[in-house]
């Protein structure tokens, strides 16, 4: 769709990524259209959302790529098509886990040589690295306007939660860079796909 295509190629979106990864150069990494339909199943009374849709990562990656010049992660946008208020499927994340997750990783020698990547790792509840789960911070929502932008990674802890909202559809266009040059894994079907 052209329309689709002309905000992937807005120069901001470059400009704001190659502030984000410290670097001169970008590459479009990935994109995705996301929809959350109404669930007219989903209760409004569950204020646990890790027993929603799960908090996790999709991004795994150390310290030293989180301060290395350039950055060796990803920087995704999340463009908000529609108004997203409270209850319609928000983005909740938990403030300043990117980092407290990059040192947990780096704790992981069996990690060493495959970072950074993107895996998608989901934990819940204890399944957290016990020095995480000591700090984690409360969640928050996020809330926004149509045409309003996101910029996150998504090695901070995030979740999705259920669209209890019966008049609308949240819909967002997320558009991902890396800095050029920097090799961000994949699992093999996520890459093939």
Sequence with gaps: ????????????LEAVAKQALSTSAVTLFQTALLNAWPDPG???????????????TDMQYTGEDLFAAPRRMQVSFFLWVSDVPLGRANLHFRPGTHRLMAEAWARRPELEGLLPRITGTNWRGETFPPEVLEVLPPAL??????????????????SASPN???????????????????EVGLPKAQAEE
């Design 42 to 56: 989903a209760d409004p009374d569950v204020t646990d959302l890790q027993q929603m849709e799960g908090y996790h």
């Design 164 to 182: 209890f909202d019966a008049d609308g559809t949240r819909q967002c266009l997320v558009v991902t860079f890396t800095a050029t040059d920097v």
């Design 1 to 12: 769709d052209a329309d689709i295509l002309h905000i992937i190629a807005h120069p901001w």
């Design 141 to 158: 929502p996020v809330v926004a306007s149509a045409g309003d932008v996101t910029v996150l990674t998504t090695g901070a802890v995030h």
